[in-house]
C-alpha cells in the first residue's frame, strides 16, 4: 500500500526555521506533482507550494522569499523550506503528489497525513 509519509513539523518561535519532508513508500513509476498545501483553523485548504517533474516551482504570495520547495526524484521525496517563519504560517502541512504506479495506469493522487506547524509570536 504505498503512503506518503511526512515529518519536520513542530512549534518554532517567530523568525524562526523549519524544513518538512514527505516520503512515498511503495513502487512508484513516476510523479509529476509534487506540492504542499496548509490548512489553518476555520480556514480552507491552499496551496503553499509545487514543484514539477520538470523542476519548475511556484509559490503562494504569502511565502515567497521565505519558503523554498525542492524534490529528490530518486527518493520520491519533496521538501519544504520554510525561513522567517510568522504565526500566519501556522496550520497543519499536508503534501500531495499526482503520480503512476506503472506507465500503463492513470495518475493518482495521494496525500499525506499532515503534519502541524506551530509558529509562536
Known amino acids: 500500500q504505498l503512503q506518503l509519509v511526512e515529518s519536520g513539523g513542530g512549534l518554532v518561535q517567530a523568525g524562526g526555521s523549519l524544513r518538512l519532508s514527505c516520503t512515498a513508500s511503495g513502487s512508484i513509476f513516476s510523479i509529476n506533482i509534487m506540492d504542499w498545501y496548509r490548512q489553518a483553523p476555520g480556514k480552507q485548504r491552499e496551496l503553499v507550494a509545487r514543484?514539477?517533474?520538470?523542476?519548475?516551482?511556484n509559490y503562494a504570495d504569502s511565502v515567497k522569499g521565505r519558503f523554498t520547495i525542492t524534490r529528490d526524484n530518486t527518493e520520491n521525496t519533496v521538501y519544504l523550506q520554510m525561513n522567517s517563519l510568522k504565526p500566519e504560517d501556522t496550520a497543519v502541512y499536508y503534501c500531495?503528489?499526482?503520480?503512476?504506479?506503472?506507465?500503463?495506469?492513470?495518475?493518482?493522487?495521494?496525500w499525506g497525513q499532515g503534519t502541524q506547524v506551530t509558529v509562536s509570536s
Open positions: 500531495h503528489f499526482e503520480l503512476r504506479l506503472s506507465d500503463w495506469r492513470p495518475w493518482y493522487d495521494y
Open positions: 514543484i514539477i517533474s520538470g523542476g519548475s516551482t
